[in-house]
């Protein structure tokens, strides 16, 4: 394994222009990064604003960070807990009725170690009905996560990490 920093080149994986990252990041430092509770319906309509799709009974706690929310789609009822940073150069799916509780990271991209250039390699996260992700968890690049799983604080989660069914024995 050699790869050469000096050799990275920036890929463009956000699919939107400066002014819209810019605008972006000034409204996620406002109103998402910070420790004030503004209301989740605020925070819904300024993701929907930003190309996000959001549903009903969405929830959204304090100092939450949000990468790109044009690549974010988020079912009814879904509870995003303190703390979260959803980095999602690529795009992330979540259905209904899911907790991401507090501290949880979910990651869509990575880089290629194995060459030479460390290029940017992303995948989608799909998150299934009725999930809960524990608190301090990572979610990694690729990963769906099926219904009715329930994952302990402290996960490191990938497709192959088995979960606790709910209403299984």
């Given at each position: 394994m050699k790869f050469r920093l000096s050799s990275f080149k920036k890929s463009e994986h956000n699919n939107s222009n400066l002014f819209l990252r810019i605008a972006w990041y000034i409204f996620s430092i406002s109103f998402f990064e910070?420790?004030?509770?503004?209301?989740?319906?605020?925070?819904?309509?300024?993701?929907?604003?930003?190309?996000?799709?959001?549903?009903?009974?969405?929830?959204?706690?304090?100092?939450?960070?949000?990468?790109?929310?044009?690549?974010?789609?988020?079912?009814?009822?879904?509870?995003?807990?303190?703390?979260?940073?959803?980095?999602?150069?690529?795009?992330?799916?979540?259905?209904?009725?899911?907790?991401?509780?507090?501290?949880?990271?979910?990651?869509?991209?990575?880089?290629?170690?194995?060459?030479?250039?460390?290029?940017?390699?992303?995948?989608?996260?799909y998150i299934e009905e009725n999930v809960w992700v524990g608190f301090k968890s990572t979610v990694l690049p690729g990963t769906t996560i099926r219904k009715n799983s329930v994952y302990k604080a402290a996960s490191v989660i990938d497709s192959k990490l088995n979960p606790y069914r709910c209403g299984e024995s």
């Open positions: 910070n420790k004030i509770p503004f209301p989740s319906f605020i925070k819904r309509t300024i993701l929907i604003i930003f190309g996000g799709r959001i549903g009903k009974g969405f929830v959204i706690k304090p100092s939450v960070q949000i990468k790109y929310p044009w690549n974010l789609k988020i079912g009814d009822y879904v509870w995003i807990g303190e703390k979260v940073w959803i980095d999602n150069v690529d795009k992330v799916v979540i259905s209904n009725n899911v907790c991401i509780s507090q501290g949880v990271m979910i990651e869509t991209g990575n880089h290629n170690f194995k060459s030479k250039g460390f290029e940017l390699i992303t995948s989608p996260v």
